[in-house]
């Protein structure tokens, strides 16, 4: 685990400055070690560097980057193979290995067999590969994005590296913001891949190679191999079961210290439960407490994750919040490369900072909602699709009646409400439309974004709508925010973040079951039935609450004050893009109690204060 970076300079003028600068930026990502080295070629030179993270192979040997005996070929890699023994074995017939890291198992499965190589890989990664000999650069990322990897390209030079920090620490790009992100962040609270919140910084998407050539730009060339696993016709609950132990059992580090993050709910638990069938004991587990006055704005999250860590013999480790966490917000706000305005990125923060004390890697459940089903918005769907021949005559009706169910935010069902009323208004004749209303912010469900719909063809079915929607979901959703966050704020603690849920061999099989099918029963019922035989009915039979904090409460508090200042600053940069008025009013409506727009708010804040920081009046 580590950062990598690398410059491909195309005058011969460059020292080795700034990718030195790059290394600094981003030294929380691997503060074990640091290694760089240099290229010149006939058609430009190639700095490349890489922060570690000492995991697998935790040997001063393998600190460097690795190189080909010839020199020929380079890697910079960021990420986990959990199979790399496996394929290490097969590889020990035509190369000699020096070390006992996965990187020189990538470095020679790479030579061997080209990018075909990576439809064996189980495991997360972003990686620069080059070739000398044809002075050609390729760069990769894991299908879902569990590692990230952006770039910048101009006449003179080619950056790329794992943060966008990185990026402009390079000193060779000017900083420019990137004001057309705004209405797509407001409405889904992350920027429109590949674009970023700057002007000529890029993200490499998921799951796709870009190639440079000499004299071309960086260019997306095509999708990697899908992993190799054959996948049975028909599934059975025993296979899922074992197909989750064993990425369980992949997951957990053999030469460093591991804890989970546990939440109480269904997917942090069972990942608990099977932990502690694996021999651990006194496995260290990490929680939020959020015991706000207000019922509605606390959870029951922290009681459960209690009891599942006393039940399953963990040490229990909590961080209670407070509005007295809201002076640690600009904290917060200088680690972020560019703003996810989902609240569960200042708890993962909290959470990271607490777990380094004790451990190097984290086990989290991200991905379990994606891959099982698991969002209200997946089962409202399902229930669209399935009536939608009478539904569509009764949208205007439906949609009237969403505004007469309480919003308010004293309201003892206030959760409920405000999930209704945002199913109701937010149907629309598309089906396609429809998923994608689901996924945004109900306040913002009129901004002029760019949305990104799923294709739509004559004739398509049910089925085929909500295979869509999920895909959608895993596409968008599960990559720019829930992956993003844990990637992020987790390394930010110089923490490695493990997530069996998204382990290749579980989710091809996921993805050959029909979408109707996983939720035939309800919201992720899969895991629930496992969890249910491994004495976990509590906790599938609670209701699912959400990784967030009382943020709508806080704001009100004496503590919220400079943030209801930032949020009503006229002046703020903002507000040369967006309506103030149209802010304002939800700012009145929710301190009025009167509508409850906490997420929506949160959000803004967050944007608010970051492009300040950022930018300051140069937008």
């Given at each position: 685990m580590c950062g990598i970076h690398l410059i491909i300079d195309k005058t011969f003028q460059l020292s080795q400055a700034p990718v030195q600068q790059m290394l600094q930026a981003l030294h929380y990502r691997g503060p074990d070690a640091a290694s760089q080295l240099s290229i010149k070629n006939h058609n430009h030179c190639v700095y490349i560097a890489q922060n570690r993270l000492r995991i697998t192979d935790i040997r001063s040997e393998a600190d460097t980057l690795f190189q080909s005996e010839d020199g020929r070929y380079t890697l910079a890699y960021n990420g986990e193979i959990y199979n790399y023994q496996d394929i290490r074995k097969r590889l020990e017939r035509s190369y000699h290995f020096r070390t006992q890291s996965d990187t020189e198992v990538l470095l020679y499965l790479l030579i061997a067999e080209g990018l075909e190589g990576i439809s064996q890989v189980n495991g997360m990664f972003a990686f620069t590969f080059y070739d000398r000999m044809e002075e050609k650069l390729y760069l990769c990322r894991d299908r879902f994005g569990m590692k990230p990897l952006f770039y910048a390209e101009n006449e003179k030079y080619l950056i790329v590296s794992s943060e966008i920090k990185g990026i402009l620490a390079s000193g060779l790009i000017e900083k420019e913001p990137n004001s057309k992100q705004i209405p797509h962040y407001l409405r889904f609270k992350f920027a429109q891949r590949p674009n970023t919140f700057y002007k000529n910084i890029y993200e490499i998407e998921p799951g796709y190679v870009y190639i440079y050539n000499p004299g071309k730009s960086l260019l997306k060339s095509s999708k990697l191999p899908a992993f190799q696993v054959s996948v049975p016709e028909n599934f059975s609950l025993t296979q899922i079961e074992q197909s989750l132990v064993e990425a369980v059992q992949m997951h957990l580090p053999a030469e460093v210290p591991a804890g989970l993050f546990l939440s109480g709910g269904v997917d942090s638990t069972l990942l608990l439960a099977m932990i502690r069938e694996s021999g651990k004991k006194d496995?260290?587990?990490f929680?939020?407490?959020?015991?706000?006055?207000?019922?509605?704005?606390?959870?029951?999250?922290?009681?459960?994750?209690?009891?599942?860590?006393?039940?399953?013999?963990?040490?229990?480790?909590?961080?209670?919040?407070?509005?007295?966490?809201?002076?640690?917000?600009?904290?917060?706000?200088?680690?972020?490369d560019q703003p996810v305005g989902d609240g569960a990125a200042w708890l993962t923060w909290l959470l990271s900072q607490e777990a380094k004390k004790f451990v190097k890697v984290i086990i989290s459940g991200a991905g379990a909602d994606e891959l099982f089903a698991g969002y209200n918005r997946h089962q409202a769907y399902f229930q669209y699709l399935k009536h939608y021949s009478w539904l569509q005559y009764l949208l205007p009706v439906l949609k009237k009646s969403a505004f007469l169910l309480p919003d308010g935010s004293s309201h003892p069902f206030r959760k409920q409400a405000r999930l209704l009323h945002k199913l109701l208004s937010q149907m629309d004749v598309s089906r396609q439309q429809t998923f994608v209303n689901f996924t945004a912010h109900l306040a913002f469900a009129e901004t002029n974004s760019e949305d990104n719909l799923f294709p739509e063809a004559t004739g398509q079915n049910m089925e085929q709508y909500l295979q869509q929607a999920l895909q959608y979901d895993r596409e968008h959703f599960l990559s720019a925010d829930v992956l993003a966050i844990t990637d992020?704020?987790?390394?930010?603690?110089?923490?490695?973040?493990?997530?069996?849920?998204?382990?290749?061999?579980?989710?091809?099989?996921?993805?050959?079951?029909?979408?109707?099918?996983?939720?035939?029963k309800g919201k992720k019922w899969i895991l629930k039935d496992i969890l249910s035989r491994k004495g976990g009915q509590a906790y599938v039979q609670r209701s699912k609450e959400g990784f967030g904090m009382p943020f709508g409460q806080w704001l009100k508090s004496v503590n919220g004050k400079f943030l209801r200042e930032l949020l009503q600053n006229r002046k703020a940069l903002l507000y040369e893009h967006t309506s103030y008025a149209e802010i304002n009013k939800l700012v009145q409506l929710h301190l009025a109690g009167k509508s409850d727009y906490s997420s929506e708010l949160w959000t803004i804040v967050l944007l608010i204060a970051w492009l300040e920081q950022e930018f300051g009046k140069k937008m």
């Open positions: 496995f260290p587990v929680s939020i407490a959020n015991s706000a006055k207000d019922a509605s704005f606390g959870t029951q999250d922290y009681l459960f994750a209690r009891k599942a860590a006393q039940q399953y013999g963990a040490a229990y480790h909590e961080i209670e919040i407070s509005p007295d966490l809201l002076a640690n917000f600009y904290a917060f706000v200088e680690k972020i992020r704020m987790t390394m930010q603690a110089s923490l490695e973040a493990r997530l069996p849920y998204l382990d290749a061999h579980l989710s091809a099989l996921m993805e050959s079951i029909p979408a109707s099918v996983l939720l035939q």
